[in-house]
């Protein structure tokens, strides 16, 4: 069966994570590894035995020749860095968010589309082990038809939660809800509406965003509907990030940690129904047990990178899309977009928007605002320029 190559674009934490499972994955060979930083180059280069070493990503293309080339890189450069590698005709994969505007990520989709290649967008929770497992109770029809569906981020700063934990939480969403009808949200900084000089560039380089606490109610396909909370707290508390399934006969619990199910849909917490949730067991490819030896990094990230590189060999075998392909990825821009409109204007979006301009910047520009100023990128920085701009 086909060796598939593989060439690793940024060699920084997640660059390192997928070079790591893409090299202990049967299937794949990584060929080719590409950073600015030769330090970051040679340190991952060493421990994965890979020779092939460059600073200018076209060059690496050209002389290894990848199946895939992987962009997990900042967030501003995942869409740019897409359309140069596009330009290659190879198949990708792309860190979430797969672009920080509908603009860039259409151009990202028309590209590949053009080029006649496959574009991957990284959420690997909604192919976790324990994504797997729900999965199976849900196609087994265990918790009956599905009617309403929650997700909650961990508490980071609301807008900036939507455009981090909130993709892979939407993605998750419409796995099971199908694509998004239509958006009405409802975003709050300190308590208060927001309003256009609440509009910022998001830690990280994650976009332009508004709001420390979102709120949004989801219409999905078939009558399925959703809230979606990215709330701040003072704290992050990693309890609360969930994305639950609730359906005529029970509930489906994910979390970072395990995955569980309750057969009564309305169980009260009295007389120890509690004690009715049952723990689910993880559900590994065939491949993982052996290959997971030989993986070192965070434990916690290896099993998911590892399904999203187990279910690209098999697209690409099969002659279809990944399960996480840049259509869906587009898709949840659309709603992230869609959310941030709703907020701002206070109406109903349908999706998908005929407008493409981010809605937040058409906001502050409508209101005759000067352009925005650039911000602190580490989260502790951008909060405190932010407790400044609010006077605390």
């Known amino acids: 069966m086909k060796q598939y190559r593989v060439a690793i674009l940024g060699c920084r934490s997640r660059g390192s994570s997928a070079a790591r499972v893409y090299h202990a994955h049967p299937r794949a060979e990584v060929v080719g590894l590409c950073d600015l930083l030769e330090d970051r180059l040679n340190t991952l280069g060493n421990e994965i035995n890979v020779e092939a070493r460059f600073t200018d990503l076209d060059e690496m293309i050209r002389q290894t020749e990848p199946d895939i080339v992987a962009i997990p890189t900042a967030p501003a450069l995942h869409a740019p860095l897409a359309l140069r590698v596009l330009e290659h005709g190879v198949n990708i994969e792309v860190e979430k968010p797969m672009g920080l505007n509908l603009i860039e990520t259409d151009a990202v989709m028309s590209k590949a589309s053009k080029k006649s290649v496959q574009v991957a967008v990284h959420h690997q929770w909604r192919l976790s082990a324990w994504t797997q497992a729900i999965n199976r109770a849900y196609q087994a029809g265990e918790i009956g038809e599905l009617r309403y569906i929650y997700a909650s981020g961990k508490g980071y700063y609301g807008g900036f939660g939507l455009m981090e934990i909130g993709t892979h939480l939407l993605t998750s969403m419409i796995k099971f809800g199908g694509h998004c009808q239509s958006v009405t949200a409802h975003a709050t900084t300190r308590g208060r509406p927001i309003t256009p000089q609440?509009?910022?560039p998001a830690p990280r380089g994650n976009g332009?965003?508004?709001g420390d606490h979102v709120t949004a109610s989801l219409?999905?396909?078939?009558?399925?509907?959703?809230?979606?909370?990215?709330?701040?707290?003072?704290?992050?508390?990693?309890?609360?990030?969930?994305?639950?399934?609730y359906g005529t006969e029970g509930r489906l619990m994910w979390h970072p940690r395990g995955a569980w199910k309750l057969p009564n849909p309305h169980a009260l917490p009295v007389n120890n129904n509690l004690d009715q949730w049952q723990a689910l067991k993880p559900i590994y490819p065939e491949s993982f047990e052996q290959a997971a030896k030989t993986i070192s990094g965070n434990s916690s990230m290896v099993e998911g990178d590892y399904w999203f590189v187990d279910?690209?060999?098999?697209?690409?075998?099969?002659?279809?899309?990944?399960?996480?392909?840049?259509?869906?990825?587009?898709?949840?821009?659309?709603?992230?977009?869609?959310i941030f409109e709703s907020s701002a204007y206070g109406t109903r979006v349908d999706l998908p928007q005929l407008n493409r301009e981010h809605p937040l910047i058409r906001w502050r520009n409508e209101a005759g605002l000067e352009e925005l100023t650039p911000m602190p990128m580490a989260d502790a920085d951008w909060l405190e320029e932010e407790n400044k701009r609010l006077g605390s």
Do not use: P, W
Request: net charge negative; charged share 25%.
């Open 198 to 200: 609440d509009v910022l």
């Open 208 to 210: 332009i965003i508004a």
């Open 311 to 338: 279910e690209y060999v098999r697209a690409l075998d099969e002659g279809r899309e990944h399960e996480c392909s840049g259509a869906e990825g587009l898709h949840v821009i659309e709603i992230i977009m869609g």
């Open 219 to 245: 219409q999905f396909d078939n009558g399925v509907t959703g809230t979606l909370l990215q709330h701040r707290f003072d704290k992050l508390n990693l309890d609360a990030h969930v994305v639950e399934l």
